[in-house]
């Protein structure tokens, strides 16, 4: 369980992002502590990917995003990945036309070799045999399930203190779901914060310590899981078909 005298170390305050003229994030809080998996839960088209998106600088957010107590918030991406955060989003956008080795050193900082960090590409390949079979041919002819992998272990290689993970088990066979969860723990347990961006329930109140539920915008739900399954209101309201 979560000690609950863990420092902050992400905080989001009064988060808004625009599309256009369409007010995405209407005044989005929430926070996630050291060594934490945080779930941020919602039906698609509720603002889940845009709060990734600002945190990360990839949308323009406004209102305050505070990394370890530094203000990210206005920054561009490169600067944001430099203070240690790390992004999944949800397209598994891989390179396609180079192999599986060269996808994770792209992975790598600037400057920054091999090993020199919590993670290493002989680590990725020991937890992910799949990878390591497939190391030397192109990323192109993965499975969904070996992109995933390939998308979150090369964001691993830049070594990030914290990470979000958008959707990771979308479109995924039952078995490859459950190799991703027990990835999403080994993860924290090496010391990385993780928000997780799910629709699976199962998967997300497996790993999670605590939960957010998003609706238009903003959060309607925090707590742990087990309040979230005691909450049948909330669950119909905001996340069940």
Known sequence: MLDQSSEKMLEVSDLHAYY????????????????????LLGRNGVGRSTTCKAVMGEVTPKG?????????????????????LGYVPENRDIFPGLTTRQNL???????????????????????????????????????????????????????????????????????IVEQVGDMLEMIAQRGVSILLVEQKLTIALRVATRVYVMGHGHMVFEGTPEELMANKAIREEWLEV
């Open 20 to 39: 256009g003229k369409s007010h995405i994030l209407q005044g989005v809080n929430f926070h996630v502590n050291e060594g934490e998996i945080v779930a």
């Open 64 to 84: 305050s995003v505070k990394f370890r107590g530094t203000e990210l918030a206005g920054k561009p991406s490169y600067e944001i990945a430099k203070a240690g």
């Open 105 to 175: 050193i792209l992975g790598l900082k600037p400057g920054q070799k091999d090993g020199q960090g919590r993670w290493s590409m002989e680590m990725m390949f020991d937890h992910f045999e799949n990878l390591r079979r497939r190391a030397d041919i192109e990323a192109s002819v993965l499975s969904g399930g070996e992109k995933q992998m390939l998308t979150v272990c090369r964001t691993l290689m830049g070594d990030p203190d914290f990470i979000m993970i958008d959707e990771p088990t979308e479109g995924l066979a039952p078995k």
